[in-house]
């Protein structure tokens, strides 16, 4: 578990929680447990796709993925015990409005269960081979990547207390936004970045025949589509506002992040 969780990682996810919630008045005390959730329940979610029966992966963060340093008992076992773990954080992170907590969790369970990661991840598999349009493509990622990111950035707010709906939705809008920017990113490098750097092997989505970003648009029509979810991300977050340099730059980030 800890080799998981600490071997590395861009820790995207709970920056967007630190982030979001000082943003709107949040004590850094009060956002730990859901950062660290977020980035808890990401790394299990990457333990078990890594797994054979998924997108058997043997690199992750520039390491062994846990199946091949431990066995593939041992790694089911470790993202079960993520998982849960992730739940136990929230519930003992000591807030005390009312709901808040049962707010916090059910935000993390739908972000990673049959309307989140699960059923991305399904889709995910059941499209290798075949060629998907934009919008299925786009629908799977929702799911699969958009999803925990955007729970990310709704943790922070309900760390704050944050109510305002027009506030939440823009919020919403924004995490999902980051998120398919960050998906095609992803996508972008797995063809042009060095396996040294992204920490992962270059290439494995051609290779398993996935469909992705660059092969249904083209490298630059992925660059331009990028692009475009990042401007709707800069805009969501002007929406909601909340002016807030470091979501802005995250949002940036998500698209420019090197190869």
């Keep these: 578990m800890r080799y998981s969780v600490l071997g590395g990682g861009k820790r995207l996810r709970p920056l967007l929680t630190y982030a979001t919630g000082t943003a709107l008045g949040a004590t850094l005390d009060s956002l730990d ?4 959730a977020v980035e808890v329940i990401h790394a299990y979610s990457l333990v078990h796709d890594d797994l054979p029966a998924m997108d058997d992966d043997a690199l992750r963060r520039g390491q062994p993925t846990c199946h ?6 041992t790694a089911i076992l470790a993202g079960d015990a993520l998982q849960a773990f992730a739940f136990e954080l929230v519930a003992n992170c000591g807030l005390t409005a009312p709901n808040q907590c049962s707010h916090m969790l059910k935000l993390l369970a ?36 958009g999803a925990l990111i955007r729970a ?10 944050c109510s305002e709906r027009s506030t939440l939705d823009a919020l919403a809008r924004y995490g999902l936004a980051v998120g398919l920017a960050f998906q095609i990113r992803d996508d972008i490098l797995d063809v042009e970045g060095e396996t040294g750097i992204i920490g992962k092997t270059r290439g494995k989505d051609a290779a398993a ?4 970003y660059p092969r249904l648009l083209g490298m630059d029509g992925a660059r331009e589509h990028a692009r475009h979810h990042r401007a709707t991300a800069l805009a969501a977050l002007a929406e909601s506002g909340i ?16 190869s």
């Design 33 to 36: 447990s859901p950062a660290a």
């Design 68 to 73: 091949v340093a431990f066995g593939e008992a």
């Design 110 to 145: 739908q972000a990673c269960g049959s309307e989140g990661m699960a059923g991305g991840q399904a889709l995910d598999l059941d499209a290798v081979g075949r060629e998907l349009s934009l919008a299925e493509l786009e629908r799977m990622h929702t799911l699969k990547t």
């Design 152 to 161: 990310s950035v709704l943790l922070g707010a309900a760390a704050a207390h």
């Design 209 to 212: 025949s996935k469909p992705t």
């Design 243 to 258: 002016v807030s340099e470091p979501l802005a730059d995250l949002a940036r980030y998500a698209v420019d992040r090197p």
